[in-house]
């Protein structure tokens, strides 16, 4: 049992919108056969506080909770409302027997899953579908998710405003392109930083790594796992020759204590 003041956090994903391996594609990465360059849609479970928070719940989720250490989970953060993102929601109906699950969103994003999920949301749902207890989050206001303290980190997917989540000793940012300079200031010397990272070379709405080795050399964090990544990134196991002392690529199914 961990204990209290420990977090705990396993990456179910860390691949981008295609997935690694991509459809049709037979580089040497796509084509590795070690695991962890096999890169399911970016997802996370945090455990902090007694709490099992699942950090987006894209369209890999059912064979993310087969395969995860513990299938229990008490809330739902979403970062944005792209599709490997949002796409698994209704995997969650599982979840939703006993309760609506908690479900911790922008208005932005809550608006659009009216629209893209209507029957969750309908005055009489069909039986079965999954339930939400939705919450509306803004930029600048901290929450509680079953008694843990969340703060919103406010980044720029492009030119869509999304959100990451500071839980403890942990910071999680995915999808950004640009962050605030203050943004980057107040996460100064965080435990453990998990961020995005597409690439080595530029793209027009993630960071590359040239650009995530920028933020984390401003925050200093004590240490840093690179999520959201497409097979542009090259195979894992050549990733310490990229990577300076304290970054490392994550991957799926890794299991972190702070």
Avoid: W
Wanted: charged content about 25%; proline content about 7%.
């Amino acid at each position: 049992m961990m204990e209290p003041t420990t977090l705990e956090i396993e990456f179910l994903g860390t691949g981008t919108s295609t997935g690694v391996p991509m459809l049709r594609c037979h580089c040497p990465v796509c084509m590795s056969d070690d695991s962890r360059d096999k890169r399911l849609r970016t997802s996370a479970i945090v455990r902090y506080q007694g709490a099992r928070i699942l950090i987006d719940c894209g369209p890999d989720f059912r064979t993310q909770m087969l395969r995860a250490s513990d299938d229990n989970l008490d809330a739902v953060l979403l970062t944005h409302i792209h599709f490997d993102h949002v796409a698994g929601l209704d995997d969650l109906r599982a979840y939703c027997f006993e309760r609506p699950m908690p479900l911790y969103a922008r208005a932005d994003v809550v608006m659009n899953l009216h629209k893209r999920i209507p029957y969750c949301f309908a005055e009489n749902p069909y039986p079965g579908v999954p339930q939400f207890d939705v919450h509306v989050i803004d930029d600048d206001t901290p929450f509680l998710v079953e008694g843990v303290r969340v703060e919103p980190i406010p980044v720029m997917h492009y030119k869509l405003p999304i959100l990451g989540f500071r839980i403890g000793p942990l910071a999680y940012i995915t999808d950004a392109k640009t962050i605030d300079d203050e943004v980057v200031d107040s996460l100064k010397g965080i435990p453990l930083l998990v961020i995005n990272s597409l690439r080595v070379g530029e793209h027009m709405s993630h960071m590359c790594l040239d650009e995530t080795l920028a933020i984390v050399e401003r925050v200093k964090p004590g240490r840093t796992l690179l999520i959201h990544m497409s097979d542009r990134m090259g195979l894992h196991a050549d990733s310490p020759r990229l990577l300076p002392q304290g970054v490392e690529l994550a991957y799926d199914g890794l299991i972190v204590k702070v």
